[in-house]
């Protein structure tokens, strides 16, 4: 059974055509139209129709990134993008005549490491995302943990530095202010636009024109061997270390999964997170510390995610066991006459 599973994040949309086993059959990428729910609507449908052409798929799941609600259907609040109290699967249904499942981007990227890659075995397992800003998901016992209200995991909206940053949530001095792709580039183009001779590495490397920098541009130069860049995602890594300090206190996990893409950087981010995870966790020395890996789908596990919650979530739709190990299967044959027996309007896939 193939599902398509699409990854909304704050700068691209990634879908991709995803089989049982987490294999991606065939990927597609789009900017993220950030200002308009619309847009980002059209995108979601646009891609869908296409990787639909060449197979035959049988569910599409959506990874937001955002608040999403209780019944996996409206997108209460997204820091990076322009929804607000947004009926997303309403909307798409109307659209799409396939099965929908929405879901909170990180809970996406979280499942993909549990079902299929450094999450397996996790007793109890965090998957922390970074890119635009920083993503949370919990896993516990083989279950993802949604809170009462659908929202649970937003970690990177944890108070760090009082005054400190502002953040996109109307807060300041979240943690995805000091450990994300958006902290990496903000205090690469500081140090650029002081003219710091430690920066003019990074300088060279996009032909002096500040505002073109990403956080990958940081990421490659650091790869390369460049010092101001390595220093950059040693602190985002520093960062990124006390933070897992500190939900290490509170939710005593046996393994943290790190992926999005700043952990691109793998050891160059890892080894200073580790650092300050081992400085920093309480009781240290007298309780078994977690570990620290890097994701191994890196940014393909928003979209696998997506792609096998909504499978299951056709066994077991949100509200029955909140789309966990479903306890029953349809064949595929039942799932075909359920796919054909929706109805295809002008202006849906």
């Known amino acids: 059974m193939l599902s398509v599973g699409i990854d909304i994040g704050g700068t691209k949309v990634a879908a991709g055509v995803v089989d049982e086993d987490g294999q991606i059959l065939r990927r597609l990428q789009r900017p993220t139209p ?3 729910p619309q847009a980002v609507e059209d995108a979601i449908v646009d891609v869908v129709g296409e990787l639909c052409r060449d197979h035959h798929v049988e569910a599409v799941g959506i990874g937001a990134a955002g608040w999403v609600d209780t019944d996996q259907a409206v997108v209460r609040f997204s820091p990076h993008l322009a929804w607000r109290n947004e ?7 109307q659209r799409i005549a396939l099965p929908v499942l929405v879901d909170n981007d990180a809970n996406a990227a979280a499942w993909a490491e549990f079902r299929f890659g450094a999450g397996r075995n996790a ?9 635009t800003g920083i993503g949370g998901a919990l896993i516990i016992n083989g279950k993802l943990f949604r809170g009462r209200y659908g929202m649970a995991g937003e970690f990177g909206h944890m108070g760090v530095v009082p005054e400190g940053h502002w953040c996109p949530c109307g807060n300041r001095g979240c943690w995805e202010q000091y450990a994300s792709g958006n902290s990496l580039v903000r205090d690469a183009k500081a140090l650029l636009r002081e003219n710091s001779p430690q920066a ?8 002096g024109d500040i505002d073109a920098l990403t956080g990958p541009d940081v990421t490659a130069a650091a790869m390369a061997g460049d010092q101001m860049a390595t220093e950059l995602i040693s602190d985002v890594g520093t960062w990124l270390g006390r933070g897992i300090a500190d939900l290490a206190a509170a939710l005593d996990p046996d393994l943290f999964v790190v992926g999005g893409g700043v952990s691109a950087a793998g050891d160059l981010l890892l080894r200073p997170a580790q650092h300050a995870f081992d400085r920093t966790l309480t009781g240290r020395g007298f309780r078994p510390p977690a570990r620290l890996v890097i994701a191994e789908f890196r940014n393909d596990a928003g979209l696998v995610g997506a792609a096998d919650l909504a499978r299951h979530s056709i066994a077991e ?3 029955s066991d909140r789309g966990f190990w479903p306890r029953r299967r349809h064949s595929s044959g039942r799932l075909r006459r359920l796919r054909d027996s929706l109805l295809v309007e002008p202006g849906r896939v």
């Not at 009926?87 to 249904?93: D, E, H, V």
């Not at 109890?124 to 995302?129: G, K, N, P």
């Open 34 to 36: 950030s200002r308009s």
């Open 87 to 93: 009926p997303l699967k309403a909307r798409l249904n």
């Open 123 to 131: 007793k109890v397992m965090v998957c922390l995302t970074l890119g």
């Open 200 to 207: 003019s590495g990074l300088m060279e490397r996009i032909g």
């Open 317 to 319: 739709p949100p509200g």
